[in-house]
């Protein structure tokens, strides 16, 4: 059974999908003030730069540069990760509050590798049944790569057809990067498909 080994290269700047386990829920964006303070949070202890985010209703594309000596991205997800939970299942705690419950068991694998398994909660971790337990990540090569994802962080929730034209996203750092004048404010936000570079 091969090993996944995360690089470690200091300073990096590195492009992240992270995925809730049930996919098709709507729980990142109905519950981004938790999603936000788990963020900010994390950045004051683990400081990191935001390039680009995007929050979408069950999965978070973002790029990251790192503090220059500073390798550890997993640990920066992990607090994310633990933060926003612990903060969800406090707020289910609260007398009169009454969302969607939370689920409490991982979803059935449907695809890939371990296809028709079900994992189970691992409790010695505390584990909570809202992430998926890894993450994808890609370091950045340079500029052309590092524009082209930001490109794909803009347009996702076009891509994903939850609206027309990027700026329409509220959950999303187009809107700073417009006001920064990185990104055009008639920018539809369609990429060719599968490719990162072009803008349509």
Not at 95 to 116: D, N
Not at 128 to 157: G, K, M, S, T, V
Request: charge should be positive; hydrophobic fraction near 40%; proline fraction near 7%.
């Amino acid at each position: 059974m091969s090993r996944y080994i995360r690089p470690k290269l200091p300073g990096a700047c590195v492009f992240f999908t992270v995925n809730l386990a049930e996919r098709g829920r709507w729980l990142l964006v109905d519950e981004i003030v938790h999603l936000r303070a788990a963020v900010r949070a994390t950045r004051q202890e683990r400081p990191f730069e935001i390039d680009a985010w995007v929050v979408l209703p069950d999965h978070i594309h973002a790029v990251w540069s790192l503090p220059e000596g500073y390798a550890d991205f997993s640990t920066r997800w992990g607090a994310i990760k633990a933060r926003f939970t612990r903060s969800l299942n406090e707020a289910h705690r609260r007398p009169g509050f009454s969302p969607a419950p939370l689920p409490t068991e991982f979803p059935l694998i449907r695809a890939g590798r371990y296809a028709g398994l079900k994992p189970g909660l691992r409790q010695n971790k505390r584990e909570c049944a809202i992430w998926q337990r890894r993450f994808w990540e890609h370091h950045i090569r340079d500029a052309a790569d590092y524009h082209a994802h930001l490109r794909y962080c803009w347009a996702n929730p076009v891509r994903h057809g939850v609206v027309e034209r990027a700026l329409d996203w509220p959950y999303s750092s187009i809107h700073r990067d417009v006001d920064a004048g990185l990104v055009a404010p008639e920018w539809a936000g369609t990429v060719a498909e599968g490719n990162f570079g072009e803008a349509v």
